[in-house]
C-alpha cells in the first residue's frame, strides 16, 4: 500500500519556484512529524524541512528563508514551498513519516527538481 505520495516535481530556470506537496495515506498522518528530504547525484540524503503534528517546523540552514513547509489537515497533505531556486537544489525529493525521536521509516516514491542556470 502506498502511503506517501510526492508531485509537483519539474524543470525550472533559477530564481523560479516550485510547490511539492505529498499526499499522506490517513492512518499515518497523524505521525509526529513529517519530513522533506532531498537526495542530489552522488550525495547523502539530507533532510531539508520538517513539521510536526503540532504545526513545529524546521527548515535546513541551506534552504531557510526560501523554502516553507506547511500542512493542510483537511487534505493530508503536506507542502514544501520553494522559492529562489538555485542549480544546487537539484536533487529528488522525498516525502517520509518520522516518529518522536526523528527516525524516518515510511518514505514516498520521490519528485524530481531539476533547477537550470
Known amino acids: 500500500q502506498v502511503l506517501l505520495v510526492e508531485s509537483g516535481g519539474g524543470s525550472v530556470q533559477a530564481g523560479s519556484s516550485l510547490r511539492l506537496s505529498c499526499f499522506v495515506a490517513?492512518?499515518?498522518?497523524?505521525?509526529?512529524?513529517l519530513g522533506w528530504f532531498r537526495q542530489a547525484p552522488g550525495k547523502q540524503r539530507e533532510l531539508v524541512a520538517s513539521?510536526?503534528?503540532?504545526?513545529?517546523?524546521y527548515h535546513s540552514d541551506s534552504v531557510k528563508g526560501r523554502f516553507a513547509i506547511s500542512r493542510d489537515n483537511a487534505k493530508n497533505t503536506v507542502y514544501l514551498q520553494m522559492n529562489s531556486l538555485k542549480p544546487e537544489d537539484t536533487a529528488i525529493y522525498y516525502c517520509?513519516?518520522?516518529?518522536?525521536?526523528?527516525?524516518?521509516?515510511?518514505w514516498g516514491q520521490g519528485t524530481q527538481v531539476t533547477v537550470s542556470s
Open positions: 513539521i510536526t503534528n503540532s504545526s513545529r517546523t
Open positions: 517520509a513519516r518520522g516518529s518522536r525521536s526523528y527516525v524516518f521509516d515510511l
Open positions: 490517513e492512518r499515518i498522518f497523524g505521525s509526529f512529524v
